[in-house]
């Protein structure tokens, strides 16, 4: 039955020239993201000792959370509503949703930037004052990275969308870490520090170049008064919080339950899993800013053959990928450092359990698009309790792979839910089941 429709999608390949054009393109430049971020980790574990690695690891996850807190679903929201207003031709509405973006964000950064520096200042933990001040600014700027990607892909732009984040910052992070190893003064915080200023320049650099970043003055559209717009963010902001919740939450309980070391080996490994989710995630940002309008149209038939089409062309690199973490788990987690050869039983639990996402399909993307984001909600909340629960019970019992096993677990149960719900509410197959 899988073979069947896999000739029929092949059949609709030469009927979508343009789809295909722009997931190859944005796959292209997702896999160099993909390689130079798994770069960018190596170059810097190798540049700091094993203890400031695992505190480098902790604070990323701590401002991967912080993140998604400061975008308030707002990534999602302009992908909903920035499309259609492109195509009716209201870029200043945009611009007004660019505003209070913007303001948000800074808010948001400040007061959790302030709250975070009292709080270890008092009680000090394993992140030291300044290296939260320093992660919170990053988490800041990575909500407004993630957000000026999104509107400039509503806008038909891929390229100056993705590349200054996916692959120049990531140069210059790699750069900034190979000619500072060794130094006397090379930490954790000097890594984030780097991080931030690099990346607060070229997301300036790109709301210069692109006008469709770039704040308004002008009164938001009537469908985004404050109001509705604040139903709808929440609704978003809850299932992005819930999605990046488990990885992170796992190097932070890996952190306290067991010790600082291990919990950077975990993240190495997270972070190497994560490459599979790279090609699925391509497919993402094509299919994105389509979703709404074929649903707008009615154009269901459309919108599965889109969708499972490109879930197949992103599926058949990601199986590649997976022989090999198969194969050769130790030697690539080696590529870190010796102190992480023993991880390649980590990375295949958790590469195992980020596949599911590449069967199913961009199964979050398609519900939050169709306005379904309350049932998304409730899947990932339920999923992520039980996942929250096993990474601790895991954790005790079996230290770093049974916290492993309670992430795979979170992967694959949420997106078989997700697939089975878009099914039967919408009739749209989303993935490759």
């Given at each position: ?133 320093w992660a919170t600014a990053a988490a800041g700027l990575f909500a407004l990275a993630e957000y000026q990607q999104s509107t400039a892909r509503s806008a ?70 404050a109001r509705v717009w604040l139903t709808a963010s929440t609704g978003l902001w809850g299932v992005a919080i819930i999605q990046a919740l488990i990885p ?186």
């Open positions: 039955m899988l073979l069947g429709r896999l000739r029929s999608l092949r059949e609709r390949v030469r009927a979508q020239p343009e789809l295909i054009g722009r997931t190859a393109i944005v796959l292209l430049i997702k896999l160099g993201a993909a390689g130079l971020s798994y770069a960018m980790f190596i170059a810097i574990a190798r540049a700091l000792d094993a203890q400031a690695f695992g505190s480098f690891g902790l604070a990323f996850s701590a401002a991967t959370l912080a993140a998604v807190i400061i975008g308030f679903g707002q990534k999602a929201y302009i992908l909903r509503r920035a499309p259609v207003l492109f195509a009716a031709g209201k870029q200043a509405a945009v611009g007004a949703l660019n505003r209070r973006a913007l303001l948000l964000f800074a808010l948001v950064t400040s007061l959790i930037g302030a709250l975070g520096f009292l709080a270890t200042s008092v009680w000090p933990t394993t992140l030291p004052a300044g290296l939260w001040l038909g732009i891929f390229i100056r969308a993705l590349a200054p984040r996916d692959l120049i910052w990531r140069i210059l992070v790699i750069a900034f870490a190979v000619g500072a190893a060794g130094a006397t003064w090379m930490s954790a915080q000097s890594i984030f520090a780097a991080l931030v200023l690099s990346l607060a320049g070229l997301l300036l650099a790109q709301q210069v170049w692109l006008p469709h970043l770039r704040p308004g003055f002008a009164t938001p559209a009537a469908e985004d008064r992170n939450l796992s190097v932070l309980a890996a952190g306290f339950i067991l010790d600082v070391d291990t919990a950077g080996r975990l993240f190495a490994a997270l972070r190497t899993a994560m490459l599979l989710q790279i090609f699925q995630m391509a497919a993402n940002l094509v299919i994105a800013p389509s979703i709404s309008r074929l649903k707008a149209e009615n154009h269901l038939d459309r919108l599965q053959t889109e969708s499972r089409l490109v879930t197949l062309l992103a599926a058949l690199p990601l199986a590649g990928l997976l022989v090999i973490f198969a194969l050769a788990g130790g030697w690539v987690m080696s590529i870190f450092g010796q102190e992480h050869a023993g991880s390649g039983p980590v990375l295949l639990i958790l590469a195992l359990g980020f596949s599911a996402n590449a069967v199913c399909g961009p199964t979050a993307q398609m519900m939050e698009s169709l306005h379904d984001e309350r049932s998304l909600f409730v899947i990932l909340a339920a999923s992520a309790a039980i996942s929250t629960i096993l990474i601790f019970i895991l954790g005790f019992a079996f230290g770093v792979l049974g916290v492993a096993v309670a992430v795979s677990l979170h992967s694959i149960m949420w997106n078989l839910a997700a697939y089975i719900r878009i099914w039967q509410r919408h009739g749209i197959r989303v993935g490759l089941i």
